[in-house]
Protein backbone atom coordinates (compact mmCIF):
# COMPACT_ATOMS: atom_id res chain seq x y z
CA UNK A 1 0.00 0.00 0.00
CA UNK A 2 1.55 3.68 -0.80
CA UNK A 3 0.10 7.01 -0.46
CA UNK A 4 -1.85 7.42 -4.20
CA UNK A 5 -3.48 3.84 -3.31
CA UNK A 6 -4.43 4.38 0.44
CA UNK A 7 -5.68 7.60 -1.35
CA UNK A 8 -7.26 6.58 -4.57
CA UNK A 9 -6.23 9.17 -6.14
CA UNK A 10 -5.73 7.84 -9.59
CA UNK A 11 -9.19 7.86 -9.45
CA UNK A 12 -9.91 10.86 -7.17
CA UNK A 13 -7.50 13.32 -9.35
CA UNK A 14 -10.21 12.55 -12.35
CA UNK A 15 -13.21 13.30 -10.90
CA UNK A 16 -12.48 17.21 -11.85
CA UNK A 17 -14.44 17.58 -14.96
CA UNK A 18 -14.39 21.11 -16.64
CA UNK A 19 -17.71 21.61 -18.43
CA UNK A 20 -17.07 24.54 -20.46
CA UNK A 21 -15.74 24.84 -23.75
CA UNK A 22 -13.03 25.33 -24.90
CA UNK A 23 -11.98 24.84 -21.05
CA UNK A 24 -12.54 28.13 -19.27
CA UNK A 25 -9.34 28.82 -16.75
CA UNK A 26 -11.44 29.50 -13.56
CA UNK A 27 -14.10 26.39 -14.23
CA UNK A 28 -11.46 23.71 -12.26
CA UNK A 29 -11.17 26.24 -9.27
CA UNK A 30 -14.81 26.41 -9.03
CA UNK A 31 -15.32 22.39 -9.25
CA UNK A 32 -12.58 21.93 -6.36
CA UNK A 33 -13.95 24.11 -3.83
CA UNK A 34 -17.65 22.98 -4.53
CA UNK A 35 -16.08 18.89 -4.16
CA UNK A 36 -13.51 20.16 -1.48
CA UNK A 37 -16.92 21.69 0.76
CA UNK A 38 -18.45 17.99 -0.11
CA UNK A 39 -15.78 16.11 1.29
CA UNK A 40 -16.02 18.04 4.42
CA UNK A 41 -19.65 17.62 4.75
CA UNK A 42 -19.16 13.60 4.46
CA UNK A 43 -16.86 14.17 7.59
CA UNK A 44 -19.28 16.66 9.17
CA UNK A 45 -21.96 14.51 9.50
CA UNK A 46 -19.94 11.22 9.94
CA UNK A 47 -18.92 13.55 13.26
CA UNK A 48 -22.40 14.60 13.70
CA UNK A 49 -23.44 10.67 14.54
CA UNK A 50 -20.45 10.49 16.85
CA UNK A 51 -21.86 13.80 18.39
CA UNK A 52 -25.11 12.14 18.57
CA UNK A 53 -23.82 8.51 20.41
CA UNK A 54 -21.73 10.63 22.60
CA UNK A 55 -25.53 12.49 23.67
CA UNK A 56 -27.22 9.24 23.64
CA UNK A 57 -24.47 7.99 26.20
CA UNK A 58 -24.93 10.85 28.49
CA UNK A 59 -20.73 11.09 27.88
CA UNK A 60 -20.88 15.06 28.20
CA UNK A 61 -16.94 15.46 27.72
CA UNK A 62 -17.05 13.42 24.19
CA UNK A 63 -19.44 15.28 22.85
CA UNK A 64 -17.55 18.60 23.76
CA UNK A 65 -14.76 16.92 22.37
CA UNK A 66 -17.09 15.89 19.42
CA UNK A 67 -18.46 19.23 18.96
CA UNK A 68 -15.20 21.33 18.99
CA UNK A 69 -13.89 19.21 16.09
CA UNK A 70 -17.13 19.45 14.24
CA UNK A 71 -16.60 23.85 14.76
CA UNK A 72 -13.24 23.23 13.34
CA UNK A 73 -14.40 21.70 10.16
CA UNK A 74 -17.41 24.11 10.01
CA UNK A 75 -14.65 26.63 9.73
CA UNK A 76 -12.44 24.82 7.13
CA UNK A 77 -15.47 24.83 4.89
CA UNK A 78 -16.11 28.89 5.62
CA UNK A 79 -12.46 29.32 4.86
CA UNK A 80 -12.93 27.51 1.55
CA UNK A 81 -15.20 30.28 -0.13
CA UNK A 82 -12.65 33.02 -0.04
CA UNK A 83 -11.04 31.15 -2.80
CA UNK A 84 -14.16 32.18 -4.88
CA UNK A 85 -13.33 35.73 -3.90
CA UNK A 86 -11.04 35.73 -6.73
CA UNK A 87 -13.15 35.13 -9.34
CA UNK A 88 -14.57 38.38 -11.08
CA UNK A 89 -18.48 38.45 -11.89
CA UNK A 90 -17.79 38.54 -15.49
CA UNK A 91 -15.42 35.46 -15.79
CA UNK A 92 -17.94 33.72 -13.74
CA UNK A 93 -20.15 34.80 -16.31
CA UNK A 94 -18.45 33.24 -18.66
CA UNK A 95 -19.06 29.24 -17.77
CA UNK A 96 -22.01 30.02 -15.95
CA UNK A 97 -24.01 28.38 -18.28
CA UNK A 98 -22.13 25.28 -18.41
CA UNK A 99 -23.96 24.29 -15.20
CA UNK A 100 -27.33 24.10 -16.78
CA UNK A 101 -29.35 23.69 -13.43
CA UNK A 102 -26.95 22.95 -11.22
CA UNK A 103 -26.89 24.44 -8.08
CA UNK A 104 -25.85 24.12 -4.60
CA UNK A 105 -29.54 24.28 -3.21
CA UNK A 106 -29.43 20.35 -4.90
CA UNK A 107 -26.24 19.53 -1.90
CA UNK A 108 -28.23 16.70 -0.11
CA UNK A 109 -25.22 16.68 2.43
CA UNK A 110 -25.69 19.85 2.88
CA UNK A 111 -29.31 19.53 3.78
CA UNK A 112 -29.39 16.23 5.91
CA UNK A 113 -26.61 18.45 8.00
CA UNK A 114 -29.33 21.06 8.46
CA UNK A 115 -31.81 18.41 9.11
CA UNK A 116 -29.15 16.47 11.83
CA UNK A 117 -28.41 20.09 13.18
CA UNK A 118 -32.52 20.34 14.02
CA UNK A 119 -34.15 22.58 11.10
CA UNK A 120 -37.71 21.58 10.89
CA UNK A 121 -39.54 24.79 10.30
CA UNK A 122 -42.01 24.69 7.01
CA UNK A 123 -40.05 26.64 4.64
CA UNK A 124 -36.76 24.24 5.22
CA UNK A 125 -39.57 21.20 4.50
CA UNK A 126 -40.77 22.64 1.85
CA UNK A 127 -37.66 23.31 0.13
CA UNK A 128 -36.41 19.53 0.85
CA UNK A 129 -39.93 18.38 -0.27
CA UNK A 130 -40.23 20.70 -3.69
CA UNK A 131 -38.94 17.69 -5.94
CA UNK A 132 -40.56 14.81 -4.37
CA UNK A 133 -39.99 12.71 -1.21
CA UNK A 134 -36.52 13.55 0.13
CA UNK A 135 -33.13 11.17 -0.41
CA UNK A 136 -32.45 9.09 1.68
CA UNK A 137 -29.70 10.38 3.37
CA UNK A 138 -31.92 13.77 4.35
CA UNK A 139 -34.88 11.09 5.17
CA UNK A 140 -32.85 9.28 7.48
CA UNK A 141 -31.12 12.97 8.75
CA UNK A 142 -34.71 14.03 9.33
CA UNK A 143 -35.68 10.68 11.48
CA UNK A 144 -32.60 11.20 13.94
CA UNK A 145 -33.69 13.26 16.89
CA UNK A 146 -32.92 16.66 17.10
CA UNK A 147 -29.38 17.84 18.29
CA UNK A 148 -31.15 20.52 20.61
CA UNK A 149 -33.35 17.81 22.25
CA UNK A 150 -30.87 15.23 22.85
CA UNK A 151 -28.53 18.25 25.11
CA UNK A 152 -32.05 18.90 26.30
CA UNK A 153 -32.20 15.09 27.58
CA UNK A 154 -28.75 15.21 28.90
CA UNK A 155 -29.70 18.55 31.58
CA UNK A 156 -32.73 16.57 32.33
CA UNK A 157 -30.75 13.62 33.38
CA UNK A 158 -28.62 15.55 35.47
CA UNK A 159 -31.56 17.07 37.29
CA UNK A 160 -31.13 20.47 36.05
CA UNK A 161 -32.61 23.46 34.17
CA UNK A 162 -30.90 24.87 31.60
CA UNK A 163 -30.59 27.73 33.29
CA UNK A 164 -28.71 25.98 36.34
CA UNK A 165 -26.58 24.10 33.81
CA UNK A 166 -25.36 27.73 33.54
CA UNK A 167 -25.48 29.19 37.01
CA UNK A 168 -24.16 26.08 39.10
CA UNK A 169 -22.24 24.41 36.77
CA UNK A 170 -20.87 27.11 34.85
CA UNK A 171 -17.13 25.28 34.48
CA UNK A 172 -18.77 21.61 33.79
CA UNK A 173 -18.74 19.68 30.71
CA UNK A 174 -22.64 20.21 30.26
CA UNK A 175 -21.69 24.32 30.19
CA UNK A 176 -19.17 23.57 27.97
CA UNK A 177 -21.52 21.65 26.00
CA UNK A 178 -23.68 24.15 25.59
CA UNK A 179 -21.55 27.09 24.59
CA UNK A 180 -19.73 24.63 21.93
CA UNK A 181 -23.53 23.79 20.23
CA UNK A 182 -24.06 27.67 20.18
CA UNK A 183 -20.61 28.43 18.55
CA UNK A 184 -21.60 25.78 16.44
CA UNK A 185 -25.26 27.55 15.67
CA UNK A 186 -22.65 30.51 15.34
CA UNK A 187 -20.31 28.98 12.98
CA UNK A 188 -23.02 27.81 10.60
CA UNK A 189 -24.79 31.16 10.43
CA UNK A 190 -20.93 32.97 9.41
CA UNK A 191 -21.21 30.08 6.82
CA UNK A 192 -24.36 31.30 5.00
CA UNK A 193 -23.27 35.05 5.17
CA UNK A 194 -20.15 34.43 3.82
CA UNK A 195 -21.76 32.34 0.75
CA UNK A 196 -24.84 34.82 0.68
CA UNK A 197 -21.99 37.75 0.34
CA UNK A 198 -19.64 35.57 -2.43
CA UNK A 199 -23.23 35.52 -4.29
CA UNK A 200 -24.25 38.73 -4.03
CA UNK A 201 -20.27 39.98 -5.17
CA UNK A 202 -20.02 37.43 -7.91
CA UNK A 203 -24.03 37.33 -9.41
CA UNK A 204 -25.02 40.29 -7.57
CA UNK A 205 -28.00 41.07 -5.30
CA UNK A 206 -31.07 40.62 -7.59
CA UNK A 207 -29.85 37.77 -10.00
CA UNK A 208 -31.58 34.53 -9.78
CA UNK A 209 -29.89 31.10 -8.98
CA UNK A 210 -29.28 28.62 -11.27
CA UNK A 211 -31.64 26.61 -8.59
CA UNK A 212 -34.26 28.85 -9.61
CA UNK A 213 -34.42 30.38 -6.53
CA UNK A 214 -33.98 34.24 -5.96
CA UNK A 215 -30.32 34.26 -5.33
CA UNK A 216 -29.07 36.10 -2.42
CA UNK A 217 -32.68 37.25 -1.35
CA UNK A 218 -34.00 33.69 -0.96
CA UNK A 219 -30.27 33.01 1.15
CA UNK A 220 -30.44 36.53 2.79
CA UNK A 221 -33.49 34.77 4.92
CA UNK A 222 -32.05 31.57 5.81
CA UNK A 223 -29.63 34.01 7.94
CA UNK A 224 -32.64 33.54 10.26
CA UNK A 225 -32.53 29.78 11.02
CA UNK A 226 -32.08 28.29 14.20
CA UNK A 227 -31.15 24.92 15.15
CA UNK A 228 -31.08 25.67 18.87
CA UNK A 229 -33.57 28.05 19.86
CA UNK A 230 -33.65 26.92 23.77
CA UNK A 231 -29.85 27.42 23.90
CA UNK A 232 -30.46 31.37 22.82
CA UNK A 233 -33.71 31.88 24.75
CA UNK A 234 -31.94 30.97 27.77
CA UNK A 235 -29.44 33.82 27.78
CA UNK A 236 -32.69 36.31 28.48
CA UNK A 237 -33.70 35.23 32.08
CA UNK A 238 -30.15 36.47 33.38
CA UNK A 239 -31.59 39.67 32.34
CA UNK A 240 -35.00 39.72 33.92
CA UNK A 241 -36.65 39.27 30.41
CA UNK A 242 -38.95 37.02 29.38
CA UNK A 243 -37.33 33.68 27.88
C1 LIG B 1 -19.49 31.33 -7.58
C2 LIG B 1 -19.79 30.91 -6.36
C3 LIG B 1 -21.20 30.61 -5.95
C4 LIG B 1 -22.37 31.16 -6.38
C5 LIG B 1 -22.57 32.28 -7.41
C6 LIG B 1 -23.44 30.49 -5.68
C7 LIG B 1 -24.76 30.77 -5.84
C8 LIG B 1 -25.80 30.20 -5.13
C9 LIG B 1 -27.18 30.59 -5.24
C10 LIG B 1 -27.72 31.71 -6.13
C11 LIG B 1 -27.88 29.80 -4.40
C12 LIG B 1 -29.41 29.82 -4.17
C13 LIG B 1 -30.05 28.61 -4.83
C14 LIG B 1 -30.17 28.75 -6.33
O1 LIG B 1 -31.18 29.26 -6.82
O2 LIG B 1 -29.24 28.33 -7.05
C15 LIG B 1 -26.95 28.91 -3.75
C16 LIG B 1 -27.27 27.95 -2.81
C17 LIG B 1 -26.37 27.12 -2.22
N1 LIG B 1 -25.00 27.05 -2.48
FE1 LIG B 1 -23.95 28.32 -3.61
N2 LIG B 1 -22.91 29.57 -4.83
C18 LIG B 1 -21.54 29.58 -4.96
C19 LIG B 1 -20.63 28.80 -4.30
C20 LIG B 1 -20.96 27.75 -3.45
C21 LIG B 1 -20.01 26.86 -2.83
C22 LIG B 1 -18.48 26.88 -2.99
C23 LIG B 1 -20.73 25.97 -2.10
C24 LIG B 1 -20.14 24.85 -1.31
C25 LIG B 1 -20.67 23.65 -1.28
C26 LIG B 1 -22.13 26.32 -2.24
C27 LIG B 1 -23.18 25.65 -1.66
C28 LIG B 1 -24.48 26.07 -1.69
C29 LIG B 1 -25.53 25.48 -0.88
C30 LIG B 1 -25.35 24.36 0.13
C31 LIG B 1 -26.70 26.15 -1.20
C32 LIG B 1 -28.08 25.96 -0.55
C33 LIG B 1 -28.21 26.98 0.56
C34 LIG B 1 -29.57 27.05 1.21
O3 LIG B 1 -30.57 26.66 0.60
O4 LIG B 1 -29.64 27.54 2.36
N3 LIG B 1 -22.23 27.41 -3.06
N4 LIG B 1 -25.67 29.19 -4.22
Known sequence: MDYGEYLKLSGLLQLQQVQSKPEHPDELLFIIVHQASELWFKVLLHEMDQLSEAM?????????????????LVTIVSQQLSALDTLPPQR?????????????????????????SG??????????????????????????????????????????TLEQVYTEHEHGPL?????????????FAQWRFLH?????????????GTGGTLGAKYLNRT????F????????????????
Open 196 to 208: VQLVERIIGPGTG
Open 119 to 160: LRDAHFLQVIREHGDPPALVQKALDAPLMQDQFLTMVDRAGL
Open 228 to 243: FPALWAVRAKFYGAAG
Open 92 to 116: FAQFRGYLGTSSGSQSDQFRAIEAR
Open 56 to 72: DANDAPRAVSSITRINV
Open 175 to 187: AQLAEGLLAYEQQ
Open 223 to 226: LQNR
